[in-house]
Nanobody, 116 residues
């Protein structure tokens, strides 16, 4: 059973930084998985923030380009999201997603709150 656990969320002032981590367990060949970070605020759809492919290619939502960086450590089965220059509109629950062979797995989410 694949299990994802996010950590690193919290309360930060605008302009600050946070680093989210997502640990995966129960998975074979983590290195070939597509990994992504999504976020969701109350009453809104979950939106894609960043993706990192098995080859290390990355893609970002326009709203976070130049501020957020996604990375992965395949040896440790980890994916990270470095968030800099945070804005109040970045406030959301952040989820990591792992996709492999047509199956998607989600973590429980971690709250990020950015105060103005």
């Amino acid at each position: 059973q694949v299990h994802l656990v996010e950590s690193g969320g919290g309360l930060v002032q605008a302009g600050g930084s946070l680093r989210l981590s997502c640990a995966a367990s129960g998975i074979i060949a983590f290195s070939i998985a597509r990994l992504a970070w999504y976020r969701q605020t109350q009453g809104k759809q979950r939106e894609l923030v960043a993706v990192i492919t098995r080859g290390g290619g990355t893609n970002y939502a326009d709203a976070v380009k130049g501020r957020f960086t996604v990375s992965r450590d395949d040896a440790m089965n980890m994916v990270y999201l470095q968030m800099n220059s945070l804005k109040p509109e970045d406030t959301a629950v952040y989820y990591c997603q792992l996709s492999k062979f047509g199956s998607d797995y989600w973590g429980q989410g971690t709250q990020v709150t950015v105060s103005s």
